[in-house]
């Protein structure tokens, strides 16, 4: 630190101060404008006098501040001794006084001598090393007696610790921008992407690409074709000719370069996207990574031993991003026949107390309706769950083709861009048992049906209109509780839950407190904000936000980043309540690397206690006892024999040497840089060889996945080099995933960012061990070996680099053939976790109960 001896003054100042306050006849107020904060962080005085803590960090004198007075900060009147100079200086630090403070930066303290029977004022400048002192009023000769503040005072309390809070974000908002840059490779990468090409977490940045010139355009339209034409014919293999090697990178970090210098020298836009980039609608896309070379339905070969052909398995991959839209889903007949078997999982532990609060789940996709990836996935549990618990439960999505067994129940009209739009209500009841079921409410209106995907055409541009699509859909969800009597049990109300799912619903907590709330509407219901993945986050340009959503200055602003509207920001102001699909992800989207410019608003919600995680839940299906999909079948009693038998059976079905002694590792993922393919594939050559050491070699690796064409070849080289010893699929099977989990030893996961995942959960359900970056969800689900075998149930890379991943599968391996005993001991702890919705469920009950207990943001 820059600060004097702590103990220049110190024991004379406690010495002093021991007197009493009566002995202390003048006092100063210290003041310091300070605009470094982050929420959930506040500016400390620091300095000789026990008042100031003595030069502790630990007992500095925290200051305030208010969204009226920030960015100064002060304290209240500081009794101190008349003429003993006090020297002091200024920290940031959290306001818990965790982690590391950060003192002002220039040498030297500030000096203040106090005088008898006055109140100093000292005044100073983060960044200054001088502190103007003036005399404020005499000493009070007594403090005023406080009294108890009521409920409302406290409200009104909290209501302007949160807009300071906000305050306190709004100002750091190109600072985080820049954080974001310095500590995000994906985001610098995806900077130099083409606009058609700018996915995963495109809505992240302030995107303001100039349109160049259209000549220029059709010049380099023209020059790449031709690249690309010369690249096929050098590529193009002659007849008959093999094609040999290893993939270029042997490090994580070499592979990283590589494809970021791909992508940079990709980054010519095309007229289409000239256009995108000029336009006054949507300038970001939501495409897949695939490239698109791949088939647009692709399949796979899976050779059999023993047959003259391969047989062709596996599923169109078109308009999905995540292989979470494909997994499968239970029935309630047999969710219910789970929970009845298990005894220990799947079962409720927690008491709800507000079951006669109907649940109103909010949702751009709901399976097996509409699905892409995991949030489908997980809205339809939602569905089932809250019905099962006990709650009259609606969920709301787009109506984007017609499904069987819907009926027309109404309509209504609502305000899109100064204009009126008729939304028309469709209904479909999926009964549970013992009077319980769900209402899905599916809303039609201009746009939303669409030819291609749900968010995308089948170029894997967004449409243009996607803005107001979704805002339609927010609106629908908002007044279907007020106007319909579905199945004639009456509406729904306003008192409700409702559950906004992703940006796409982030409308719903704006709505609530500008339109609804302000006309004492929905006073007693609550929005809670579910962020599925920060990386999309709905941000469009060249909308007027006050015209286009009818709402005033206020609420624009807490839409607008930068020079757009985000959707996802003005949801984490808005909304009561915010959660995460796991504990850790609610901590890491508070930092620059996992905020994505966001992270002030996140770290806003998290200080004025209105953030939590929960880890998604797995499906009933996910059940090695009763699986129809393994070869065997088999429970934690006799998982070692019957493991044994599930991996002969698929080294069998692949082509694999049938070998028990080997052990067998699994990966199923998109193949892209987010889930760490690159990594993986730097270890690839150094797992098969046999270098005497008993570990490497003695492996079998089986990789499924589709995406980026770079990686679908690292799978098909690999299992051309190591014929027998290595299976690579380019695609996907649901049933081969359930048999893979079944069969294998362990599964890898080195995605470099994952809120939740769930294949790590699904494996441990199977006694196959994950093997996984220490990263978002991955933290929470798998327990790592360094805890002892008797608790541990998988392992942990961290940091996610080639040397790291090869470090922890060489234990893991050797685990596996040198000391049987105690992987059994991991696998069988594995098996005992609880993975299943109930447990997650408990906790959404949990934070149901509180956030109706809370005030209601107020805006």
Not at 474 to 481: G, I, R
Request: hydrophobic share 35%; aromatic share 8%.
């Amino acid at each position: 630190s820059n600060h004097s001896n702590p103990c220049r003054f110190g024991r004379f100042a406690m010495a002093g101060y021991e007197q009493g306050i009566k002995a202390a006849t003048a006092s100063a107020v210290f003041k310091v404008r300070c605009k470094s904060t982050r929420p959930g962080e506040a500016v400390f005085v620091v300095g000789s006098h026990e008042a100031l803590g003595a030069w502790s960090t630990a007992m500095a004198l925290a200051l305030t501040t208010t969204a009226d007075t920030f960015p100064t900060w002060q304290s209240p009147p500081i009794p101190l001794l008349a003429g003993m100079m006090v020297e002091y200086k200024f920290i940031i630090q959290r306001e818990d006084r965790q982690g590391t403070p950060q003192w002002q930066k220039f040498d030297g303290n500030y000096q203040v001598t106090p005088v008898a029977g006055k109140v100093l004022q000292a005044v100073s400048d983060w960044e200054v090393a001088s502190a103007e002192i003036s005399t404020l009023s005499e000493v009070p000769e007594e403090p005023p007696v406080v009294e108890k503040p009521t409920d409302a005072e406290k409200a009104m309390a909290q209501q302007e610790n949160e807009e300071r809070l906000l305050k306190m974000a709004e100002s750091g908002v190109e600072k985080a921008a820049a954080e974001v840059i310095e500590t995000c490779p994906l985001a610098v990468t995806l900077t130099k992407r083409e606009m058609s090409r700018r996915n995963f977490s495109q809505s992240l940045l302030t995107l303001d690409v100039d349109a160049p010139e259209p000549e220029k355009v059709e010049n380099e339209k023209a020059e790449k074709a031709e690249e690309e034409t010369k690249e096929e014919k050098l590529d193009k293999p002659k007849e008959g000719e093999k094609t040999e090697g290893t993939p270029q990178s042997t490090t994580a970090t070499e592979e990283v370069k590589d494809a970021q210098a791909e992508e940079i020298n990709e980054s010519t836009a095309d007229a289409q996207a000239a256009e995108d980039a000029a336009a006054e609608d949507v300038v970001v896309t939501q495409a897949p990574m695939d490239d698109e070379d791949e088939d647009e339905a692709v399949e796979y070969e899976v050779p059999l031993k023993g047959l003259g052909a391969p047989a062709v398995r596996g599923v169109p991959l078109k308009h999905i991003t995540s292989f979470s839209a494909l997994a499968d889903v239970a029935d309630a007949q047999t969710k219910v026949e789970h929970r009845r078997r298990e005894k220990e999982k799947a079962q409720s532990r927690y008491q709800p107390y507000n079951l006669n609060v109907p649940v109103v789940i909010v949702t751009s996709e709901v399976a097996p309706y509409s699905k892409t990836g995991g949030l489908g996935m997980v809205a339809a549990s939602y569905g089932f769950e809250f019905a099962r618990n006990g709650h009259r439960t609606m969920v709301v999505a787009p109506k984007y083709k017609h499904y069987d067994g819907i009926s027309y129940c109404g309509e209504t009209r609502v305000r899109i861009k100064d204009q009126e739009e008729n939304v028309k209500f469709w209904h479909l009841r999926k009964d549970i048992g013992k009077g319980k079921g769900t209402d899905f409410l599916f809303i039609e209106g201009r746009g939303i049906q669409r030819d291609g995907g749900l968010y995308n055409d089948d170029d894997g541009r967004e449409y243009p209109d996607n803005l107001e699509r979704f805002t339609m859909l927010c609106l629908a969800a908002m007044e279907a509780p007020l106007i319909l009597d579905i199945n004639g049990e009456g509406k729904y109300g306003d008192k409700v839950i409702f559950l906004a799912n992703d940006w796409q619903a982030g409308l719903v907590p704006v709505y609530m407190c500008y339109k609804y709330r302000k006309h004492n509407c929905y006073t007693q219901a609550r929005a809670i904000y579910v962020i599925h993945n920060l990386g999309y986050q709905g941000q469009y340009h060249g909308h007027d936000a006050c015209r286009f959503f009818g709402i005033d200055g206020k609420a624009a602003t807490d839409l607008v980043l930068g020079n757009c509207i985000n959707l996802s920001k003005g949801a984490l102001i808005c909304a009561d309540r915010v959660l995460t699909v796991s504990p850790n992800y609610s901590k890491e989207i508070q930092t620059a690397s996992g905020g994505f410019n966001l992270q002030d608003f996140v770290s806003a919600k998290a200080a004025s206690l209105r953030l939590a995680g929960i880890l998604n839940g797995i499906d009933d299906c996910w059940d090695p006892a009763v699986d129809p999909d393994v070869f065997v079948n088999f429970s934690v009693e006799d998982f070692e024999k019957g493991k044994m038998e599930n991996k002969a059976a698929l080294q069998k079905m692949l082509g694999l040497d049938i070998n028990p002694d080997l052990c067998l590792i699994g990966f199923v993922g998109r193949l892209t840089w987010q889930k760490g393919i690159d990594v993986l594939a730097s270890v690839i050559s150094w797992l098969m060889q046999d270098t005497g050491n008993g570990v490497t070699g003695q492996v079998q690796l089986i990789m499924m996945g589709n995406g980026e064409r770079q990686y679908s070849d690292t799978l098909r080289w690999a299992e051309s080099t190591y014929k027998g010893r290595v299976c690579g699929y380019v695609g996907f099977d649901p049933k081969v995933e359930h048999q893979m989990m079944a069969a294998c030893d362990l599964l890898l996961m080195p995605s470099r960012y994952e809120p939740c995942g769930l294949p790590q959960m699904y494996s441990q359900m199977y006694g196959t061990l994950p093997v996984v970056h220490a990263t978002g969800g991955l933290v929470d689900s798998v327990k790592d070996v360094s805890l002892g075998v008797e608790t541990a149930t998988g392992f942990l890379v961290s940091p996610l680099s080639s040397d790291k991943l090869k470090e922890t599968l060489f234990r893991a391996v050797e685990l596996n053939i040198k000391r049987k005993q105690d992987f059994l001991r991991m696998q069988r702890t594995a098996m005992q976790h609880d993975y299943y919705w109930p447990k997650a469920m408990d906790e959404y009950e949990r934070q149901i109960d509180i956030v109706l207990y809370e005030p209601a943001t107020v805006r």
